[in-house]
T-cell receptor, first 112, second 112 residues
């Protein structure tokens, strides 16, 4: 299965943009790039996903490199509530659908 | 719309016992996945059920099993508990196996 590499931790200040990087050099053509986050004492929460083009939603933006070997999750204005572990995941497609393989994630700290 | 619910939230068992965890998906969701989360191994995929059939399976021993009922509710069973089975067990549901997953709060299992 294709793997992702993320920094263990990152720090940000409140109301500043945050760019969370993810490397996935062995990504295949059918792998989607997903981002989930896990707030303290909660289950993971879906953030965004994409295949080739950049994606935007109310929570974040996803910038995907042209060769798809890396991507960046962008939080436009970090808040204290954005402090969480962010997981970059490749979902592989098989006959049964798509399965998510989580890595270690990046712990984001946000300071006021 | 009610989210994914898991019962019980906390559980304490002793080695050698068995345990059954329950997950009720979001209404209309037909796919249920189970994950184990530990500090050392992170989030690991156990299995996924769709329409009462197991569709995907992670790399866990046969002591870990599950099933899904016709109303999409799912149960996970762990037999002959070991100390290493202490973990947060998360359930996630989605409409089909191609959509984003919605996670429940988890069941915290402690094996003594």
């Amino acid at each position: 299965d294709a793997k992702t590499t993320q920094p263990n931790s990152m720090e940000s200040n409140e109301e500043e943009p945050v760019h969370l990087p993810c490397n996935h050099s062995t990504i295949s053509g059918t792998d989607y790039i997903h981002w989930y986050r896990q707030l303290p004492s909660q289950g993971p929460e879906y953030v965004i996903h994409g295949l080739t083009s950049n994606v935007n939603n109310r929570m974040a933006s996803l910038a995907i490199a042209e060769d798809r070997k890396s991507s960046t999750l962008i939080l436009h204005r970090a808040t204290l509530r954005d402090a969480a572990v962010y997981y970059c995941i490749l979902s592989y497609l098989n006959q049964a659908g798509t399965a998510l393989i989580f890595g270690k994630g990046t712990t984001l700290s946000v300071s006021s | 719309k009610a989210g994914v619910t898991q019962t019980p939230r906390y559980l304490i068992k002793t080695r050698g016992q068995q345990v059954t965890l329950s997950c009720s998906p979001i209404s209309g969701h037909r796919s249920v996945s189970w994950y184990q989360q530990t500090p050392g191994q992170g989030l690991q995929f156990l299995f996924e059920y769709f329409s009462e059939t197991q569709r995907n399976k992670g790399n866990f021993p046969g002591r870990f099993s599950g099933r899904q009922f016709s109303n999409s509710r799912s149960e996970m069973n762990v037999s002959t508990l070991e100390l290493g089975d202490s973990a947060l067990y998360l359930c996630a549901s989605r409409k089909t196996h191609y959509n984003e997953q919605f996670f429940g709060p988890g069941t915290r299992l402690t094996v003594l």
